[in-house]
């Protein structure tokens, strides 16, 4: 049973144009949640998170916003460049461990 | 500079061989992770560790080992019972100030293939 969702296994935009990824969560005790971007044959980076208190959080091109009656965050990338083609993958975390529990990731392709 | 250095980066293996991944790391941070990642699948953990000499299965902890015997290393050994290893492992830790919501650093990966 998935508790983090990422329905679009992929998503094409045009350069310049805005990227929203979305990501969906079942689990309510999720306090906290993570975007990371990976290329292939590389590890995952950090890229930005957002507390369950925030509904939204801003770092230079990328934003992420959080719906907590939803269920529901999104990242969205503006202006979108060729250089963050990658896969992007949606974690949430919560509870005394906190182990991080990730999603099936969106492949992002940008195109010049 | 400091990091988390994963190997080897690829590793080939005969059915019914157990192998160890290396994972190390100069960070300094008390919590480790081990992750698989398969074509068009999340990121599933496999085993952490909170604290030298403790660890903990994740969700998919059948056929691997690991041991915490430093603060610095958490080898994983795949073995002869994983019924599918074929996979890129990952490591990871956690930085003790950012407690329960701290990110994740990964390592580079390693690329398992059994053949």
């Known amino acids: 049973d998935q508790q983090v969702k990422q329905n679009s296994p992929s998503l094409s935009v045009q350069e310049g144009r805005i990227s929203i990824l979305n990501c969906d969560y079942t689990n309510s005790m999720f306090d906290y949640f993570l975007w990371y971007k990976k290329y292939p044959a590389e590890g995952p980076t950090f890229l930005i998170s957002?507390?369950?208190?925030?509904d939204k959080n801003e770092d230079g091109r990328f934003t992420v916003f959080l719906n907590k009656s939803a269920k529901h965050l999104s990242l969205h990338i503006v202006p979108s460049q060729p250089g963050d083609s990658a896969v992007y993958f949606c974690a949430a975390s919560g509870g005394s461990q906190g182990n991080l529990i990730f999603g099936k990731g969106t492949k992002l392709s940008v195109k010049p | 500079d400091g990091g988390i250095t994963q190997s080897p980066k690829y590793l080939f293996r005969k059915e019914g061989q157990n192998v160890t991944l290396s994972c190390e790391q100069n960070l300094n941070h008390d919590a480790m992770y081990w992750y698989r990642q398969d074509p068009g699948q999340g990121l599933r953990l496999i085993y952490y560790?909170?604290?030298?000499?403790?660890?903990q299965k994740g969700d998919i902890a059948e056929g691997y080992s690991v041991s915490r015997e430093k603060k610095e290393s958490f080898p994983l050994t795949v073995t002869s019972a994983q019924k599918n290893p074929t996979a890129f492992y990952l490591c990871?830790?956690?930085?003790?100030?950012?407690?329960?919501?701290?990110?994740?650093?990964f390592g580079e990966g390693s690329r398992l293939t059994v053949l």
């Open positions: 957002i507390s369950s208190i925030k």
């Open positions: 560790s909170q604290i030298v000499n403790d660890f």
């Open positions: 990871a830790s956690r930085s003790p100030q950012g407690g329960n919501t701290g990110e994740l650093f």
